[in-house]
């Protein structure tokens, strides 16, 4: 017995039947491949969504989102109404420099639209709020009323007719229909 026959080798030159298996031809070759990359695409697409839910899961909190959305948009420009008592009237009076100037001035006082008791007090008020303004005009020099103060100026004229002159009445806003400050 020679190594050849131990191999299996044959010195026919391969002219003999040969083992090998025959290849399929046609739709038979392509289908396994096919397969192949649709299961790779398969497996694709249920990773991602996998990796997606686990990251909107982590993002969320557990429910709980991480931006607080506001009810009101701060950009809508949404004003309480009020109602305005108008009866005071321009006050002239004069300030407090060493030089007099003459201050006359026209308030309007807000209140909230359904308050109906304010526009009685203040109506039962007139001459103390006439008497009010022209003492809180007469008490500021001129370079106390120039027109960068006028938010200053509102502002303690609110806290001072809550505090001071109206007893229940709420005001809510000071507007000047006229505010003039003159040399005399």
């Known amino acids: 017995m020679s190594d050849n026959d131990d191999l299996g080798i044959d010195d026919d030159g391969g002219a003999g ?35 997606s839910v686990i990251t909107f899961n982590v993002m969320q909190k557990g429910g709980q989102p991480q931006t ?26 004069s300030t407090k420099d060493p030089v007099p100037y003459a201050v006359v001035v026209e308030m309007i006082i807000g209140y909230d639209e359904n308050d109906k008791s304010v526009a009685d007090e203040l109506t039962a008020r007139l001459y103390e709020l006439r008497d009010f303004v022209r003492g809180y005009f007469r008490g500021k020099a001129a ?42």
């Open 17 to 51: 039947a040969s083992s090998a298996p025959a290849k399929p031809s046609g739709l038979g070759a392509l289908l396994p491949n096919l397969l192949k990359f649709v299961a790779i695409g398969l497996g694709a697409v249920i990773f991602i969504i996998t990796v």
């Open 68 to 93: 607080v959305t506001p009810s009101e948009s701060p950009w809508q420009n949404i004003r309480p109404r009020y109602s305005f008592y108008t009866t005071i009237g321009p006050i002239r009076t």
């Open 143 to 184: 370079s106390e009323l120039q027109r960068d103060n006028e938010a200053r100026i509102k502002s303690e004229i609110i806290e001072l007719l809550n505090t001071r002159i109206l007893s229940t009445a709420k005001v809510r806003l000071i507007t000047f229909n006229t505010f003039d400050i003159m040399e005399m």
